[in-house]
């Protein structure tokens, strides 16, 4: 929880670098909170729908339901965790990335792989060739970037600050004094 905190506290610092632990607790602990939100948003789905085969009626129309899970608070509040942890989440990222002396404009890879999908996607109706070479880009950059955050530190201090691992960094007693 300390590596979320700690994500926090350094909202939208996006100078220096993020060890592989503060990027992966946050990342755990910020699925978590949100598989949790989304478990309770569509929770009432669910029992209107148990509900329904128990009691042998017909399930529920599809207006119904989605009325159901547009009333429901924890969409909002899904909304607004969401919102919240934009920023962060681009931010440890990009320190991240200035841990093994990648530049944070990498960041906007997978950004490209989703558009990419995107277009997929639409292409998948008329020219199924183009959709299969657009998803396996779209894939390829997913696969790059996931090695990347699992990459360890460089050694010793990079242009965007010293190793946060400590692993390398120059100290006093290595720096001879001048005679």
């Not at 339901?65 to 509040?77: C, H, M, R, V």
């Not at 997978?110 to 277009?119: I, N, Q, R």
């Amino acid at each position: 929880m300390k590596w979320f905190i700690k994500c926090f506290k350094q909202y939208a610092d996006f100078s220096g670098r993020a060890r592989r632990k503060e990027f992966w607790w946050f990342t755990l602990i910020n699925f978590i909170i949100g598989m949790i939100l989304v478990s309770c948003w569509i929770w009432p789905i669910i029992s209107v729908s148990i509900e329904a085969s128990v009691k042998g009626m017909d399930a529920p129309g599809v207006e119904e339901l989605t009325l159901t899970l547009l009333k429901s608070p924890f969409l909002y509040i899904y909304i607004i965790y969401y919102l919240a942890i934009l920023i962060p989440t681009i931010a440890v990222s990009v320190r991240r990335l200035h841990d093994i002396g990648k530049s944070g404009f990498w960041y906007f890879l997978p950004v490209g792989g989703s558009v990419l999908s995107m277009f997929a996607s639409l292409a998948s109706q008329s020219n199924m060739a183009l959709y299969l070479v657009l998803a396996l880009i779209a894939l390829a950059i997913s696969i790059v970037f996931l090695v990347w955050m699992f990459m360890d530190s460089t050694y010793g201090p990079n242009q965007y600050g010293p190793n946060p691992k400590g692993e390398g960094n120059p100290t006093d007693e290595t720096v001879t004094p001048a005679e």
